[in-house]
């Protein structure tokens, strides 16, 4: 079962997967992560250099599909420049998502690699749906959700040391 949460490929950054490789391998196509593989959780569009990575995949013939666990709204206003398809709420790790993004490539899963920077939701779900999995390196250590918690965890002791005296700033 540990298997299942190792990638078989670990690369630092998406720029690193290149198409000449990936057509070698016979791949024609790319399910990748949005948040922390593409761009930071919190940066809305996608750069220059990811605006190209899409184009230099799209001239050799290779589909990539964004399939996100983040809602609706970040998820489309990330993928409709770059003009390729998405899923959101995809509930990785989690099948439904590959599965229906598998379906409207029309490849089969040994021709699609998945990409992502989590162990936990990325590289297992590629991993249980049949998938070769690429691990990258995220692109910051924080997290939208894993922030926001942290955050109100942290507010709450201040609070609690506040009211007992331990501390006496204000923030
Ligand atoms: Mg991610």
Not at 69 to 80: A, I, T
Request: glycine residues 6%.
């Amino acid at each position: 079962m540990l298997k299942k949460f190792l990638p078989n490929e670990h690369v630092k950054s998406v720029l690193d997967i290149k198409p000449d490789q990936l057509k070698e391998q016979g791949v024609k196509g790319i399910i990748t992560d949005l948040d922390n593989t593409l761009v930071p959780w919190d940066v809305r569009d996608a750069p220059p250099v990811i605006v190209e990575w899409f184009k230099i995949m799209k001239k050799n013939e290779i589909k990539v599909t964004i399939i996100s666990n983040n809602k609706e709204d970040r998820v489309k206003l990330f993928s409709n420049p770059l003009e390729t398809p998405y899923v959101y709420n995809a509930r990785k790790p989690l099948g439904h998502a590959f599965r229906k993004a598998v379906e409207e490539m029309k490849l089969s899963r040994d021709e699609i690699v998945v990409v992502g920077d989590q162990l936990l939701t990325d590289v297992l779900g590629g991993n249980l749906a049949g998938f070769y999995t690429i691990l990258v390196v995220p692109i910051v250590q924080t997290d939208g959700k894993i922030t926001r918690m942290n955050r109100k965890i942290e507010r709450r002791m201040l609070n609690w040391m506040r009211r007992r005296g331990m501390i006496t700033w204000e923030d």
